[in-house]
C-alpha cells in the first residue's frame, strides 16, 4: 500500500466511463486489472497473475464465507460498498470464531459506469482491508450491458483461521447464557433510507459501518468461552437471534429497555415506520455467553470497540417451554411480545 | 443428494417469481434458503446455518478463487450459468494445481425471475458440484429490482487443496517447456453466439464446460513437474497463453495446424467473423510440461479426458529474443504471426 495513489490510476480522459470491452478479456481488462486492481490491492499473491491464490494454510480449520452487496444508493454517510463488502466479510469469518485473512473480490460492473466511480469503490475496499488487517489476494471483473446491473455489485468471500479450541455456533447456545449486544443498533439501515428518501436532520446518521473482528478477539483473548456469535445485517437485531433461538431449539428473553438505539436514528425510524430492532447495521453483533464469563465478556468488546459505542447485556436464554424456541421482549412496562422473522422485507438493497 | 427433489420445492403456485421479499432477511428468505438451496446443496456445514463455513484444513497449502458469471443467455447447448459457475471455479482452482474441494455461491437475482427458472439453475449447480466431488459450504442471495439485472448472476468462490511439492505458476516455465492444450478450442464461446444470433448448423454446437481437476490430477499422478496450467475462457486459448508468456518473460511458438478446431466451429466463426483461437472455452486448458515429460502428460491428460476429447502438443517455449516475450503461431504454409491480447473484446457476456 506504500504508493497508493491520490487518483483514479486509469487516464479518465481516455476512459471516462467502463466499456463492454474491459470486461472482455483483452487488453483493456488488462488494464484495468493490472493498472487499478493490482495497485489498489497490492500484493504478492496479486503480483502472481494467477487463477487462484496459493494460500499458507497455518493450524486450525479455515472459516470460508461469501456475501455479495448491492447497496443502493452506492456512497452514504459513514461508508460505501467498498467498504461494506469488505468488512461484511471481515465481519462474518469473525462470527465463526476466525481471525479473518484473504478476502476474494468479485466485481460485476455495468456499462456506462464512471470509471473514477469505480476507483472510488475499489479504493475504499483498499481501505478498509487495510484497517482490518486482511489481503484482498484474488479477484475477478465482469462488465454488463447498460440496465442490465446498478453500477456496480460487489460480492466478496473470505477464508480465515479458526484457532483450535475455538467452537462458535447455535448448537452451544444453552440456558442461562447471557445475550450482549455490541453496541447501539438500527444506524446503518437508517443511515441508508435517509439518503434514499431525502431526510434531514439536526445530527446527520452515520451507517456503523465498520468490522468488528478485534471486538471478536478480546472475547477470546478475555479467555470467554463465546457459545455463539451473530452480526446483525439484513433483518437487523430481532431476526438475527430469532434465526440463533430457533436453530438452537432455546428461548431467548430480550428486555427492550436496555437496547440502545440512538435518538435521532429512534426519531427516523418513527417517521418511516420502522422497528430499529428490525434495521440492518453492518458493525454490530450478538454474543451468546456463559453466564459467568458475562462481566469479562462486556469489559472485553468495550476494550476494542470503536469510541463511543458501548456493549449491553440486554437478555439471557431459558429453557424453551411448552411454546417453542422463540424470542420474548419485554417493554419498559412489563408488557411482552413475541419477536419472530419479517414476512416480507423492511428494506430492500441496503447491503 | 439423496432426497434431491426433481422439481422446484418452493410451491409455484403461491410463489412464481423472485420478489425482493425473498431477499430481505425475513421469512420468505429463509423460505428460499431452506427449502431450495438447503435442499439442493444439503451438507453438514449448511445444516450448521451459520456465516461461514469451519472447513478442517488438512495438509498443504490453501488456494483460493473468485468468479463472477453473467452469461447470456442463461441456457445454451451443452450447460447452462449454474454448470459453469461450478466448473469455471473448480477449473480455477485445478489450474493452481489444487485439489477442489469446497465452493461458496453468492446470487443476485432480479425481481420477477421466474422461481423455477432459479431452481434449474441451482439444481444445475448441484449436480455440477456433485460430478465434481465438491461441496457448496456457504452462500449468500440478494434480490435486485426489475431492471437492475438480468435474472441471476451467479459468483461462485472456492477453495481446494495445493499438496506439498506442487508448485504451479507462471514463473516456472522455460525455454523447451511443451506447450499441450487439452482437447478442440472455441466451441463454448460459439455455442453461446449461435444461441443469441439464432444460427442453425446441422450439428447442434455444445459447449465444452466441464471440470478439468481429473485431468489435472492425473498429470501429478503420472509424475509430470507441471510447470503452469491456465483455462481458456474469456479471451480465448490465444489471450491465455500470450498472458503466461508476458509474465513468464518467455517467447511461445505455436504450430497452428495442431490446434484442434472442430469443422463446425470454424464454419460459425467464419461466419460471425471470429478467430476460434480468441473465443472463450469452459473445459479446456493449456499445460506448459518440461520436453521429457510431453509424452506421459499427453498420455495421463488423455486417460481423464471426457469422450471424443484429446490433448495435443502444440507449440514450445524458446528463449525470449530481442523482441521480447511473446507468442509466435506458425501456419500450414509457414507464415508467421504474433499473437497479442485483442484490444477489445471479442464477445460480451459469455462466462
Given at each position: 500500500m506504500g504508493a497508493f495513489p491520490a487518483s483514479c490510476p486509469i487516464p479518465l480522459e481516455r476512459y471516462p466511463v467502463i466499456t463492454m470491452a474491459h470486461g472482455g478479456g483483452g487488453r483493456l481488462m488488462r488494464d484495468l486489472i493490472d493498472k487499478m486492481f493490482a495497485t489498489a490491492f497490492d500484493n504478492r499473491w496479486l503480483r502472481e497473475a494467477h487463477d487462484s491464490a496459493a494460500l499458507e494454510a497455518g493450524e486450525g480449520r479455515v472459516a470460508f464465507t461469501t456475501d455479495g452487496f448491492v447497496v443502493s444508493p452506492r456512497f452514504f454517510p459513514g461508508g460505501d460498498i467498498g467498504s461494506l463488502a469488505v468488512n461484511g466479510t471481515v465481519n462474518d469469518l469473525a462470527m465463526s470464531g476466525a481471525v479473518p485473512q484473504y478476502l476474494a473480490s468479485s466485481l460485476i460492473v455495468e456499462e456506462g459506469l464512471a470509471m473514477d466511480e469505480l476507483w472510488r469503490v475499489v479504493s475504499s475496499m483498499a481501505r478498509a482491508a487495510s484497517e482490518a488487517g486482511v489481503e484482498i489476494v484474488t479477484?475477478?471483473?465482469?462488465?454488463?450491458?447498460?440496465?442490465?446491473?446498478?453500477?456496480?455489485?460487489?460480492?466478496?468471500?473470505?477464508?480465515?483461521?479458526?484457532?483450535?479450541?475455538?467452537?462458535?455456533s447455535p448448537a452451544r447456545v444453552r440456558a442461562g447464557d447471557a445475550l450482549i449486544v455490541s453496541g447501539d443498533v438500527g444506524r446503518h439501515g437508517v443511515a441508508i433510507m435517509a439518503v434514499r428518501e431525502g431526510l434531514e436532520f439536526d445530527t446527520e446518521i452515520e451507517s456503523d459501518?465498520?468490522?468488528?473482528?478485534?471486538?471478536?478477539?478480546a472475547l477470546?483473548?478475555?479467555?470467554?468461552?463465546?457459545h455463539c456469535l451473530r452480526d446483525l445485517t439484513r433483518g437487523g437485531m430481532a431476526s438475527a437471534v430469532v434465526e440463533i433461538a430457533q436453530s438452537a431449539g432455546v428461548e431467548v428473553e430480550i428486555e427492550e429497555p436496555k437496547i440502545?438505539?440512538?435518538?435521532?436514528?429512534r426519531a427516523a425510524?418513527?417517521?418511516l415506520g420502522l422497528d430499529p430492532l428490525?434495521?440492518?447495521?453492518?458493525?454490530?453483533?450478538?454474543?451468546?455467553?456463559?453466564e459467568c464469563d458475562t462481566v469479562a465478556a462486556v469489559q472485553a468488546i468495550a476494550s476494542a470497540a470503536p469510541e463511543g459505542v458501548a456493549p449491553r447485556?440486554?437478555?439471557?436464554?431459558?429453557?424453551?417451554?411448552?411454546?417453542?424456541?422463540g424470542v420474548m421482549l419485554r417493554s419498559s412496562i412489563g408488557a411482552e411480545r413475541a419477536l419472530d422473522l419479517l414476512s416480507g422485507e423492511q428494506l430492500p438493497r441496503i447491503c
Open positions: 479477484g475477478d471483473t465482469k462488465v454488463v450491458g447498460h440496465g442490465a446491473g446498478d453500477g456496480v455489485y460487489v460480492t466478496t468471500s473470505g477464508v480465515g483461521r479458526i484457532a483450535a479450541g475455538v467452537d462458535v459501518c465498520a468490522p468488528v473482528h478485534r471486538e471478536v478477539r477470546f483473548d478475555a479467555g470467554v468461552d463465546v440502545e438505539v440512538r435518538d435521532e436514528v425510524c418513527e417517521m428490525y434495521v440492518a447495521n453492518e458493525g454490530r453483533f450478538v454474543a451468546f455467553v456463559p447485556v440486554v437478555g439471557r436464554v431459558v429453557d424453551a417451554g411448552p411454546g417453542g424456541s
